[in-house]
């Protein structure tokens, strides 16, 4: 079965600083999508950022940027010049790629932005 | 437009009831997707709708919890005999047929006392 592990329950960054969020994975499979999901306290999840496992380039969006490992099943995300409005949970999530396939969720990671 | 709703906001029961939880995805998304989502943890699984069947719906608990999608739009989880061990955050999600990306609702925090 898949699984998704964050082992940082807890971040800390400066405001205008980068910081760097850890997922790990396990897959048999070849084909597959990861994401990263941003849930303030409303509650809402955010999608932050895609990855498409056969893609060998990393996802970027503004201020976002992932690290994808697919040897290692690694998947981490950085952010870059931090902002207040970033601090969140965040998650890390896993699908196969078949159509509509159900999301596997990391544990998460609460970030808090220091002015 | 609106993106995925989701009603009551909060619901509070007590041990023994029954409550239903109501989710409206964007419109003309056809896949509809359930999770539930326990204190400090990350959302789980519960069930997947394509249109109005139920094509996956292996991360139901328990006979107790059920679904429908009877038109292909709205969704309501249904939880009969409700536990204390039902209390979390219901997550619902939509996408399109190809479902690349699900979008998700605010959720609806359920209480049992």
């Known amino acids: 079965a898949q699984t998704v592990t964050q082992s940082q329950p807890e971040m800390s960054v400066q405001e205008a600083e980068t910081v760097t969020l850890s997922c790990t994975y396990d897959?048999?499979?070849?084909?597959?999508?990861l994401f990263w999901y941003k849930q303030p306290p409303s509650r809402q999840m955010i999608l932050v950022i895609r990855q498409e496992a056969y893609k060998q380039q990393n996802a970027t969006e503004n201020r976002f940027s992932v690290n994808f490992q697919k040897a290692a099943k690694s998947f981490s995300l950085k952010i870059s010049d931090s902002q207040l409005g970033d601090a969140a949970m965040y998650f890390c999530?896993?699908?196969?790629?078949?159509?509509?396939?159900?999301?596997?969720f990391g544990q998460g990671t609460e970030l808090s932005v220091k002015p | 437009g609106a993106g995925v709703s989701q009603t009551p906001s909060n619901k509070v029961t007590e041990k023994g009831k029954y409550v239903e939880l109501r989710c409206d995805p964007i419109s003309g998304h056809t896949a509809l997707y359930w999770y539930r989502q326990s204190l400090g943890q990350g959302p789980e699984f519960l069930i997947y709708?394509?249109?109005?069947?139920?094509?996956?719906d292996s991360g139901l608990p328990n006979d107790r919890f059920f679904a429908v999608r009877p038109e292909g739009s709205v969704s309501t989880l249904k939880i009969q005999r409700t536990e204390r061990g039902d209390s979390a955050v219901y997550l619902c999600?939509?996408?399109?047929?190809?479902?690349?990306?699900?979008?998700f609702g605010p959720g609806t925090r359920l209480l049992v006392l």
């Open positions: 897959t048999s499979e070849s084909d597959y999508y």
């Open positions: 999600a939509s996408s399109t047929h190809r479902g690349e990306t699900q979008y």
């Open positions: 999530a896993y699908r196969y790629y078949n159509q509509g396939g159900k999301l596997i």
């Open positions: 709708f394509q249109g109005t069947g139920a094509a996956d």
